[in-house]
């Protein structure tokens, strides 16, 4: 049996072998849903004529839109890249790299740290979580000029919502 001398590998650590690998939040693979009973079983068809929650469903779908319109309204800081993005709205703050999203709510974040660069153009934004974790994404600025702005428009945002929560 031979053994590899290679110092340059570097051990693959995955849930199963390293108890202290957690994956980032909002990055696992969405999960098919359930069917609980059969089709054939399924609740019965209602009339909209005489099911009194079936008027009220218009309402109830023009006030979800109303909400929806409401959760744009305020501040917002959005910046991207080619490859990533990162937005700060009413809902919290969003990483995306590539295809992945990392979802932080307000209730969870403890601090956001936003760090220029000295030398270059990226723009990093650290999420500190309460849960002594943390998590980062970097954008490159198109300009040192861009890079400027962007930590003011971030510390508006941030004060607009980060108290409220």
């Given at each position: 049996?031979?053994?590899?001398?290679?110092?340059?590998?570097k051990?693959?650590?995955?849930?199963g072998?390293?108890?202290a690998?957690?994956?980032l939040?909002?990055?696992?693979?969405?999960?098919a849903?359930r069917k609980t009973?059969?089709?054939?079983?399924?609740?019965?068809?209602?009339?909209?004529?005489?099911d009194?929650?079936?008027?009220?469903?218009?309402?109830?779908?023009?006030?979800a839109?109303?909400?929806?319109?409401?959760?744009?309204?305020?501040?917002?800081f959005?910046?991207?890249?080619?490859?990533g993005s990162?937005r700060?709205?009413?809902?919290g703050?969003r990483f995306t790299?590539?295809?992945?999203e990392?979802?932080f709510?307000?209730?969870?974040i403890?601090?956001?740290?936003m760090?220029p660069?000295?030398?270059?153009?990226?723009?990093?934004?650290?999420?500190?979580?309460?849960s002594?974790?943390?998590?980062?994404?970097?954008?490159?600025?198109?300009?040192?000029?861009q890079?400027?702005?962007?930590?003011?428009?971030?510390?508006?945002?941030?004060?607009?919502y980060?108290?409220e929560?």
């Amino acid at each position: 049996m031979e053994q590899s001398i290679d110092s340059n590998k570097k051990p693959e650590f995955a849930a199963g072998t390293d108890p202290a690998f957690i994956p980032l939040p909002g990055l696992a693979a969405p999960v098919a849903p359930r069917k609980t009973e059969p089709e054939s079983e399924a609740a019965p068809e209602t009339d909209p004529e005489t099911d009194p929650e079936l008027d009220e469903a218009p309402e109830a779908v023009a006030d979800a839109e109303g909400e929806a319109e409401g959760a744009e309204d305020g501040p917002v800081f959005e910046i991207s890249d080619r490859r990533g993005s990162i937005r700060v709205a009413r809902e919290g703050v969003r990483f995306t790299l590539d295809d992945q999203e990392a979802d932080f709510d307000w209730s969870e974040i403890g601090a956001v740290e936003m760090n220029p660069a000295r030398f270059g153009r990226r723009f990093t934004v650290t999420v500190h979580l309460s849960s002594r974790r943390w998590f980062n994404a970097e954008v490159e600025a198109e300009s040192r000029a861009q890079l400027k702005e962007w930590p003011a428009e971030l510390d508006a945002v941030l004060d607009a919502y980060f108290e409220e929560s």
